[in-house]
């Protein structure tokens, strides 16, 4: 059903949006988007990280949901709708059709933001693992007891494409701030980072998801 020109859904309102810039009222949460098919997909855009609008492409929970796969890549062409922030994996495929010149690597402790970092757009985001580096790091909020000030960056010694460290800026293996697949045993979530006890109890080796956005 179509009106006004808008895609009528029970998600958002009874319509969908063109993009996450197009979401009346700018409150993060799943909307029907059609910025990736001409008719819509189901998205997840945030208002919180940045004045502007950001649209969720990427999230991985370490150790959260089983043995690593292939499609579950940054740089994977298979789609599984990012919804929201819950624990578990998305990657939206085609994402050359998302709009937005700013590229943000986020980490959570169990919804709560730990470190958050913006760059230029990557144009190698969704083709190799070196797409989640980001051109021209800075800083949005950064809580950690160690690394503090240090851009999360993809590794290649890992598993690229799901691994990322935040130590020696530049240097894309040796270190390790998320995981260590594909063993499910050894772990190194927030070895780098160290979460506060503001945020939890203990400072590594905890909940960990990484997301990825475009802005």
């Given at each position: 059903?179509?009106?006004?020109?808008?895609?009528?859904?029970?998600?958002?309102?009874?319509?969908?949006?063109?993009?996450?810039?197009?979401?009346?009222?700018?409150?993060?949460?799943?909307?029907?988007?059609?910025?990736?098919?001409?008719?819509?997909?189901?998205?997840?855009?945030?208002?919180?990280?940045?004045?502007?609008?950001?649209?969720?492409?990427?999230?991985?929970?370490?150790?959260?949901?089983?043995?690593?796969?292939?499609?579950?890549?940054?740089?994977?062409?298979?789609?599984?709708?990012?919804?929201?922030?819950?624990?578990?994996?998305?990657?939206?495929?085609?994402?050359?059709?998302?709009?937005?010149?700013?590229?943000?690597?986020?980490?959570?402790?169990?919804?709560?933001?730990?470190?958050?970092y913006r760059?230029?757009?990557?144009?190698?985001?969704?083709?190799?693992?070196?797409?989640?580096?980001l051109n021209?790091?800075?800083?949005?909020?950064?809580?950690c007891t160690?690394?503090?000030?240090?851009?999360?960056?993809?590794?290649?010694?890992?598993?690229?494409?799901?691994?990322?460290?935040?130590?020696?800026?530049?240097?894309?293996?040796?270190?390790?701030?998320?995981?260590?697949?594909?063993?499910?045993?050894?772990?190194?979530?927030?070895?780098?980072?160290?979460?506060?006890?503001?945020?939890?109890?203990?400072?590594?080796?905890?909940?960990?998801?990484?997301?990825?956005?475009?802005?």
């Open positions: 059903m179509v009106c006004n020109g808008e895609f009528w859904d029970t998600i958002s309102n009874g319509k969908s949006y063109r993009s996450c810039s197009n979401v009346p009222g700018r409150r993060s949460g799943t909307y029907h988007l059609r910025t990736i098919r001409a008719d819509y997909a189901v998205g997840f855009c945030d208002y919180s990280l940045l004045s502007q609008s950001c649209q969720l492409v990427w999230k991985h929970s370490y150790y959260q949901v089983g043995t690593p796969e292939e499609r579950m890549r940054t740089f994977s062409s298979y789609d599984r709708p990012c919804r929201d922030l819950s624990d578990g994996w998305c990657n939206v495929a085609n994402k050359d059709m998302v709009p937005g010149s700013t590229q943000v690597t986020a980490a959570y402790h169990k919804g709560k933001l730990v470190y958050a760059g230029d757009r990557n144009s190698e985001l969704g083709k190799s693992w070196r797409g989640a580096i021209n790091p800075s800083k949005i909020l950064d809580l160690s690394g503090n000030g240090v851009p999360p960056e993809p590794t290649s010694d890992t598993y690229p494409g799901l691994s990322f460290d935040k130590w020696n800026p530049g240097k894309y293996n040796g270190n390790c701030d998320t995981d260590v697949y594909p063993s499910l045993t050894d772990d190194c979530r927030w070895a780098n980072c160290g979460i506060p006890s503001s945020i939890s109890s203990s400072s590594r080796k905890v909940q960990m998801t990484v997301a990825i956005y475009l802005c």
